[in-house]
């Protein structure tokens, strides 16, 4: 199933912005999606992730400031993101297990945080 991101923007720092990952098919069978980000030399890193049961997973530096749902009846993850610091800015991606493992990505959604 292919993930398709949208949502990013630019935003003033203290602001908030949801992500979507809508999915071309359905999502039911995908047990784990996640949220990466990427910035420009550095690989992508784990922003949040959740499985079909409700499972969630955070990185260290969202400090309860993202939370990530999922909606298999729309076939879309969201991330909702809280009090974005100009350190957030990244490109944002969604990926399976499968795509993070062969390293397949989409083309992500810019999120720019300015200060």
């Known amino acids: 199933v292919q993930l398709v991101e949208s949502g990013g923007g630019l935003v003033q720092a203290g602001s908030s912005l949801r992500l979507s990952c809508t999915g071309f098919?359905?999502?039911?069978?995908?047990?784990?999606i996640g949220w990466y980000r990427q910035t420009p030399g550095w690989q992508h890193e784990l922003v949040a992730a959740?499985?079909?049961?409700?499972?969630?997973n955070y990185g260290s530096f969202v400090e309860g400031r993202f939370t990530v749902s999922r909606d298999n009846a729309k076939n879309t993850v969201y991330l909702q993101m809280n009090n974005l610091r100009p350190e957030d800015t990244a490109v944002y991606y969604c990926?399976?297990?499968?795509?993070?493992?062969?390293?397949?990505w989409g083309q992500g959604t810019q999120v720019t945080v300015s200060s």
């Open positions: 990926n399976d297990l499968h795509g993070y493992t062969y390293d397949l």
């Open positions: 098919g359905s999502i039911d069978s995908i047990d784990v």
């Open positions: 959740i499985s079909n049961r409700g499972t969630t």
